[in-house]
C-alpha cells in the first residue's frame, strides 16, 4: 500500500470532498463526508454529482447523479457537521482500515481531497491535494478536534477539502482517521483545520439502523470474499504441479467452509476483542484482512483433522482446545512477541491448548513449533518477569509470606507457527503427495496435522 492508492478512496462531491468506505453490505458503498457542503446544493441543480477513480479502469470518472433523499441515500448528524451517503456498491476501495488512535506512536497522518483551487486542473488526478504531516492537536465541540498542516496553508487553499480524508499509510495498510470538516477561522492564516474521528459516525448509523451497518470491513460479513487469497502456496519449478493439486484439494476443503454458518463476525462475536489481539494490539487490529484469512485457514486445517466441516456448534470445544494471533511484522514472530506473547489473554484456553501464530514470513531456521526447551536462559528471564507481575501476597494469620502465583504461559501451552500446516507440512513435503488422489492427499494432510492438532 502506498500514498498512490488514496486515489482509489477520496471522491470529489459538488464543492467538497468525500471518502468511500465499503460497508458489510455488499450491494452498496458508503461516503463519509461533511453535512455543509450540500448547503449549496441549488447550484448543482439540487443533484449530488460525484467524480471518482475507479481501479478497475485505471481512470477517473463521473457517477450519475442523483437527488439527496434523507434516510434512504442520505443519512445526517443532527448536531454535528456530518452525513453518510448510501449508493450502489463502487469498484475497488476495500482495503481501508478505521483508525481510532489519533496519538499512537509511529502513525503520521496527511490531509486529502479536492479543493476548488484545482477543480480547473485539465486532468482529475491533478486535482487531488494532499496536505502532509498533519499535527493532531487539541479536543474541540462537537465531537471535533483540531489539526494543524505543517505548510499553514491559507482558507482559500483548503475551500472545497471539507469531505476529504485524514489517512495513514503504513506497511499494507491504508487507515482512515477521520473526515475533515472545516477551516476553524477564515482570519486565522495557520494551516488550521477542524475534523471529526470515525466514531462520530458510529452515531449516525447508531440512529439510522437498519439502514445502515456499521463501519467494518465486508470480509468481516462473510469468508467468501477471502477465500480466494486462503492457501496461496509458494512453489518453484521442481514442485509447481505437486503444489497446483493440493491447493486445488485445500481450495474445496476452504470453500465448504465459507458456505457454513461461520463467519468472522461470529467468531469475533465468540472470543470478543481480547482473545483474538496480541497483548499491546491496538483494537482496530480486528479488522485486519489477514487476520480472518488465516482464521479462515486453521479452521479449514481443523476441518481437515476432524474429517467434516466445522461449524458454528464446535466454537466452546474448539475454543477451548485452540487459539490464533496475527502480527503484521516483518521480523520473526518468535523474536518480536516471545516475551509480550505472555501478557495475550488466554482465558478458557485448556491446559495443553494449542496457540497458533502468523505472521508475513515464515519463522527463520524452520522453528515452525517452539521449543522452549532450547533457549532455556531467554524463557527463564521472561518467566521471572512474568511471576513478578502476577505473584498475589495473601496476608494473614496462617498465610503471610506465602505466594501465589499464576500459571505460566509457554509452561502450560503448545506454540505452533501456522506455516508449520503449509510449508512444512506441504511445501517441504511435497513428494509425500505425489501420484496420491484427493481423498489420498487429505489422508496425509489429516496425519500430518494430527502431529500437532490432536
Known amino acids: 500500500m ?40 441549488k447550484l448543482y441543480d439540487d443533484q449530488v454529482k460525484i467524480n471518482r477513480f475507479d481501479p478497475t479502469i485505471n481512470a477517473f470518472c463521473e457517477i450519475d447523479a442523483f437527488p439527496l433523499q434523507t434516510n434512504i441515500n442520505y443519512f445526517s448528524h443532527p448536531d454535528k457537521d456530518l452525513a453518510i451517503l448510501k449508493i450502489s456498491r463502487l469498484n475497488g476501495a476495500d482495503n481501508l482500515v478505521r483508525f481510532d488512535d489519533p496519538f499512537r506512536a509511529g502513525f503520521e497522518f496527511s490531509l486529502h481531497g479536492f479543493p476548488l483551487l484545482r477543480r480547473n486542473a485539465g486532468h482529475p488526478i491533478d486535482r487531488i491535494r494532499q496536505d502532509l504531516n498533519l499535527k493532531i492537536s487539541e479536543d474541540k465541540s462537537e465531537g471535533k478536534r483540531e489539526g494543524v498542516l505543517s505548510d ?20 499494507n495498510y491504508l487507515y482512515l482517521l477521520a473526515i475533515q470538516n472545516q477551516v476553524p477561522n477564515k482570519a486565522e492564516y495557520k494551516g488550521r483545520i477542524e475534523f471529526s474521528e470515525l466514531r462520530n459516525f458510529d452515531e449516525i448509523i447508531g440512529a439510522s439502523s437498519p439502514a445502515l451497518e456499521p463501519l467494518v470491513p465486508p470480509f468481516i460479513k462473510s ?15 521442481l514442485n509447481e504441479e505437486f503444489i497446483s493439486r493440493i491447493s486445488k484439494v485445500l481450495q474445496v476443503q476452504t470453500e465448504n467452509l465459507c458456505n457454513s454458518n461461520i463467519s468472522p463476525a461470529c467468531i469475533h462475536g465468540h472470543l470478543g476483542d481480547s482473545k483474538l489481539l496480541l497483548s499491546g494490539q491496538p483494537k482496530d487490529a480486528i479488522y485486519a484482512k489477514e487476520l ?19 461449524s458454528k456448534e464446535d466454537f466452546q470445544s474448539i475454543f477451548n482446545g485452540i487459539r490464533l494471533f496475527h502480527s503484521d511484522t516483518d521480523k520473526d514472530f518468535w523474536v518480536e512477541h516471545l516475551e509480550t506473547m505472555v501478557n495475550t ?14 505472521s508475513k514470513k515464515a519463522p527463520h531456521n524452520d522453528t515452525f513449533v517452539l521449543d ?11 518467566r521471572f518477569n512474568y511471576e513478578a507481575a502476577h505473584t498475589e501476597f495473601v496476608y494473614g494469620e496462617e498465610d503471610t509470606n506465602i505466594s501465589k502465583g499464576s ?15 503449509k510449508q512444512k507440512s506441504i511445501v517441504d513435503d511435497y513428494k509425500d503427495y505425489a501420484d496420491q488422489n484427493p481423498a489420498g492427499m487429505l489422508k496425509i494432510l489429516k496425519d500430518k496435522y494430527g502431529i500437532i492438532i490432536k
Do not use: M
Open 152 to 171: 499553514n496553508s491559507t482558507w482559500e487553499e483548503l475551500v472545497g477539502q471539507s469531505g476529504g480524508g485524514i489517512f495513514c499509510v503504513k506497511g
Open 372 to 382: 522452549k526447551e532450547l533457549i532455556p536462559e531467554r524463557i527463564d528471564s521472561i
Open 223 to 237: 469468508f467468501l470474499i477471502l477465500k480466494d487469497d486462503a492457501f496461496n502456496l509458494p512453489f518453484s519449478i
Open 407 to 421: 500459571v505460566f504461559p509457554y509452561d502450560k501451552f503448545q506454540f505452533v507457527h501456522l506455516e508449520y500446516f
Open 292 to 310: 480472518w484469512l488465516f482464521w479462515l485457514e486453521l479452521i479449514t486445517i481443523l476441518s481437515i483433522v476432524k474429517g467434516r466441516v466445522i
Open 2 to 41: 502506498t500514498i498512490d492508492n488514496i486515489k482509489e478512496y477520496i471522491v470529489c462531491i459538488n464543492g467538497g470532498s468525500g471518502v468511500i468506505f465499503q460497508p458489510l453490505d455488499e450491494q452498496y458503498s458508503y461516503i463519509l463526508t461533511a453535512k455543509h457542503i450540500f448547503d449549496d446544493i
Open 345 to 358: 489473554d488466554f482465558s478458557d484456553l485448556a491446559q495443553d491448548g494449542i496457540v497458533v501464530v502468523s
